[in-house]
């Protein structure tokens, strides 16, 4: 049973920062691709960024030089630094697995950017 858990949301006004994490296994963040989902409100959940077992980072055109990715192997947590907040960021983000497993998907994490 794969379990991920996302934290770190929160309201902040356009242009400010946030940390989300991603606690998972150990084992699971050693062993495969994992990757951060955005959905929008009223939009389909979208990739924004993807980080490889070899620590190379893929970021969607639109969160690229504004979001970092990292792993933590040994404190098995996953981070999406936010920078430089957009309204159009605000939804909930995720953690899964890159491409993702339907059993992946947990509760996410509430970003709203608005003044």
């Known amino acids: 049973q794969v379990h991920f858990e996302e934290s770190g949301g929160g309201l902040v006004q356009p242009g400010g920062s946030l940390r989300l994490s991603c606690a998972a296994s150990a084992v699971i963040l050693r062993i495969y691709e994992m990757g951060w989902y955005h959905q929008a409100p009223g939009k389909q959940r979208e990739l924004v960024a993807s980080i490889t077992t070899h620590g190379n980072a893929n970021y969607e055109a639109s969160v690229k030089g504004r979001f970092i990715i990292s792993r933590d192997d040994a404190g098995s947590t996953m981070y999406l630094q936010m920078n430089s907040l957009k309204p159009e960021d605000t939804g909930v983000f995720y953690c899964?697995?890159?491409?993702?497993?339907?059993?992946?998907w947990g509760q996410g994490t509430q970003v709203t950017v608005s003044s």
């Open positions: 899964n697995r890159f491409p993702p497993i339907n059993y992946g």
